[in-house]
Structure formats: structure tokens, C-alpha cells
């Protein structure tokens, strides 16, 4: 699996967040960083969304998080991960930057990903991503990681 996340990511406690979660993943997860782009608020969008469609590998299956995208609970991410996995394609997330994704981006997802209508930080979005695809790694593995306490 591959993310292609906008943003050098340098805070030691951000990083070592990631870590915690990226060395239990199984299988494991990629991180390509790109550059913040410079210029207008479009401009930026528009560099970092051609950066973004060329890293991403020409077979994969593009999970793009957008705040407007589709909420899933963690069972039925994990249940997708697993389907979008066995296609037989890479599942590729995506993360924009500080100005958000270029539509080029948005028009490329074979499925969008929604952490809820609240606009976070694009390296919270990472930690959080890599804590759910650990969850969902976990569920699909029946680890007793996740407990749901719902009846
Ligand atoms: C700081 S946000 C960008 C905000 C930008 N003004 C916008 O409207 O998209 C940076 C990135 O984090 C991700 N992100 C932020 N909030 C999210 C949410 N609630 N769900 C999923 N992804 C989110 C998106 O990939 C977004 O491009």
C-alpha cells in the first residue's frame, strides 16, 4: 500500500505517532512525501495535484481523504480495504496540503475516505489514517485491538 501525502512531516511527536502505527502494519504501508507547493492558493492547488497524479502508481486504487468523502465506520473500512486489496491493485490514500486537493486529485479517486465534515490538519489526517489502517488490519485479523462496545 502507498501514501502520497503533501508536507514534510518534522515533529518529532507527529513522527513517532506514525511509527508507532507504520511498523505494525502488515502489509506495509509506503509514505511519499511531496513538496508544498508555492504560489496563489491555486497555483499551489494545481502543482501539488500534478505532483500527486504522478506519484500515483498507473494501476492503483486511489482512496482520496476529503472531508466531503464518504465516513465509514472501522468495520466496514476494514471490510473494504480487504475488497479494494484483493483487486489485485495498490490501494494509493492520498493527503492534500494546507490548501486542500486540486480537482485533477478529487476526479482521480476510485473511493473517498472522511475523518467527518471537520476540517484537520493534513498531518493529523496522516496519524489518524495510519491508526485506522492498522484497525482495519487488525479487525480483519480478528486481533482483539479493536473492541467495538457496541451492542
Ligand atoms: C488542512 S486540510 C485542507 C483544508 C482545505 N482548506 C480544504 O478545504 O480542503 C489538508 C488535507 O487533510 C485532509 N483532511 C482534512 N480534513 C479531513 C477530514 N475531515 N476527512 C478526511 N480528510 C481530511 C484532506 O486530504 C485535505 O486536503
Redesign the pocket.
Known sequence: MKLIA?GRMKDRAEVALVERYLKRLRPKLDIVELADGRGSPDEIKRKEGQAIVAACPAQAFVV??????RNFSSVDFSQNLAQWSALGRIPCF????????DASVVNRADA???????????M??RIM?VEQIYRAQAIAAGHPYHRSGRP
Open positions: 503533501v482520496v481523504l476529503d472531508e466531503a468523502g492520498i493527503i492534500g496540503g494546507a490548501e486542500g486537493l473517498t475516505l472522511s475523518f467527518g465534515t471537520l476540517t484537520w490538519p493534513h493529523l489526517v489514517l
